[in-house]
């Protein structure tokens, strides 16, 4: 493979400076903690993808939550003139978790499998504050 995943931050959302660099909000480090089901929630991802190759590259991320609901698929298109690490944030992505589970994110070229690149805990605590943006 030439684009590897070498970290992953699930999130409320990434903004974009002036100066260019990203703006990581409400980032989630060990789970997703809501006080009641179900919870419609709006997520970021901040992914920071290694090219060891150039080249053009189409991918795909899926986020798969403890719903019924099918996973949601985000297609990507990176032409790397120069090898090296490459940040992306994609923001906006609403979700509605039915239970308790786990946030599954994964990632794959065109025509290659998936790889399972981050996973977040999906937990009920009726006294918590909501930790995640509700739509």
Known sequence: MTLLVEAIVVCDEV???????????????D?????????????????????????NYEGELRIEAPSDNPPINVGFA???????????????MPLRLERDGELVVSFR????????????SVIRIPSAPQQARRN
């Open 31 to 55: 789970g997703i903690v809501v006080p009641a089901y179900p919870a419609n929630i709006t997520i970021a991802l901040w992914v920071l993808i290694n090219s060891t190759a150039t080249g």
């Open 15 to 29: 903004r974009k400076e002036i100066t260019g660099k990203d703006i990581i909000i409400g980032a989630y480090g």
């Open 109 to 120: 070229l065109k025509g290659e499998p998936w790889k399972r690149v981050a996973r977040r």
């Open 78 to 92: 990176m032409n790397v003139v120069k090898p090296e690490l490459s940040p992306m944030g994609i923001s906006g």
